[in-house]
């Protein structure tokens, strides 16, 4: 920590000022509520900097989420709302600020870390790094594929009762994944404490009385050339579903010609789509770290097939309960890191165990990229046992 600097945990006394410092940082127009501090929202810790005059020259904010990884929520300490006052950036603060939130994050328990950066440098020298990518696309809602309806399949409005219906089958789809959030928890409890629908509509796709897709929507303003449908979920569990999903988003066509939402890769929604005419709206890159990387490997689920072990060092100059000599044992959907009593061939840096945990690179990727060492004679790819389960994603924006 910078030696002139106190970090601790913003209370309601500080309110006023956090508010000010995230209005000035990220330009909200009008200013937003005054920020509540660390007891006003439930499921999140809020920590503030102080120079020597007491003033608030930055915050950070712990959004105490969970992460599906292959089928286990994993619990993670999310960053958002980073914000450092103009006059003492480049001095240390948001350095001091997330080693704060990574101590306290591994007190109460914390395995992971997600963050969207604003800037990737600060966050990478940091321990953070790019692990994947938020895609919001364009498409044109003449481009759809128009499906006859199927006759086994009924579609009908939600409304807010509708909406744990809706929450068990977004889990059914994330929960065997890597990295997405489980929107469960404090914090989403807070924010679903309401009796109306989360967006102007949510269509439901039920068989036989089931729920098996939905899609929530935003209709956006006007009916000419440049009117959108925002879409924030279109989820599906059967490829019928997903067709039944895209003939209602392809009805549209005469008073939203664009149609603007989130992909994620591989599902049976996107399956239907016509990637080919798509434009990219917007890519916000995603960056991943390790809060405790014994909690990171033993509270996750591992895929079946993936048996073996590799011993390794790791540097982790922000988190140093991390740094050491390692030894990692995969077998039967579980795994355990514990420390080493032997002398590792593999010397790996927190940023490249990031990726591998995520699933966004190889060893072989992070010996080019210098992030990955090895004595000679070692094989590299011992280290791919730590990428196993596929690439992470995320589909919230935080």
């Given at each position: ?63 105490h ?72 696309v ?14 086994h ?19 059914r ?137 590799v ?35 593999l010397?790996l ?10 699933g ?39």
């Open positions: 920590m910078h030696p002139t600097l106190t970090v601790r945990e913003l209370t309601p006394d500080d309110a006023p000022a956090a508010g000010a410092l995230g209005g000035h940082a990220f330009g909200y127009d009008p200013p937003p509520p005054p920020d509540t501090g660390s007891r006003g929202t439930p499921g999140t810790t809020r920590y503030g900097a102080f120079d020597p005059a007491g003033r608030l020259c930055g915050k950070a904010v712990d959004l989420h969970e992460q599906w990884w292959s089928g286990r929520a994993v619990p993670a300490a999310d960053v958002a709302g980073v914000a450092v006052a103009p006059e003492a950036r480049g001095r240390g603060v948001a350095r001091a600020l997330l080693a704060a939130l990574l101590r306290g994050a591994r007190e109460r328990g914390a395995a992971v870390s997600a963050l969207f950066p604003t800037i990737i440098g600060p966050y990478r020298a940091c321990g953070w790094e790019v692990a994947g990518t938020l895609r919001t364009d498409l044109a809602t003449a481009d759809l594929p128009r499906y006859r309806p199927a006759p399949l009924s579609l009908r409005a939600a409304t807010a009762e509708d909406m744990p219906a809706v929450a068990d089958l977004y889990e789809v994330a929960r065997h994944r890597q990295g997405l959030l489980t929107r469960c928890g404090e914090l989403f409890d807070h924010f679903g404490a309401t009796t109306a629908l989360p967006t102007d509509g949510v269509t439901l796709v039920e068989q036989d009385g089931d729920l098996v897709g939905y899609v929530s929507w935003d209709r956006g303003h006007g009916y000419g050339p440049d009117s959108v449908l925002t879409v924030s979920d279109v989820l599906a569990t059967t490829p019928d579903a997903a067709r039944e999903l895209v003939g209602v988003l392809a009805s549209w066509r005469s008073v939203a010609p664009t149609l603007r939402l989130q992909l994620l890769d591989g599902d049976a929604v996107t399956a239907q789509l016509p990637l080919e005419t798509l434009r990219e709206h917007r890519q916000q890159p995603w960056m991943h770290r390790p809060v405790e990387v014994t909690r990171a490997v033993r509270e996750r689920g591992w895929p079946a097939y993936a048996r073996g072990s011993e390794f060092t790791l540097t982790d100059d922000l988190a140093d309960w991390n740094t050491g000599a390692w030894r990692l044992d995969v077998a039967d959907g579980a795994a355990e890191l514990s420390r080493s009593t032997g002398e590792p061939a010397h840096g927190v940023l490249g165990f990031a990726q591998l945990y995520a966004a690179t190889t060893a072989e990727s992070l010996v080019q990229a210098g992030r990955l060492r090895h004595d000679p004679g070692a094989d590299p790819r011992a280290l791919d046992l730590l990428a196993v389960g596929g690439p992470a994603h995320l589909l919230d924006y935080f």
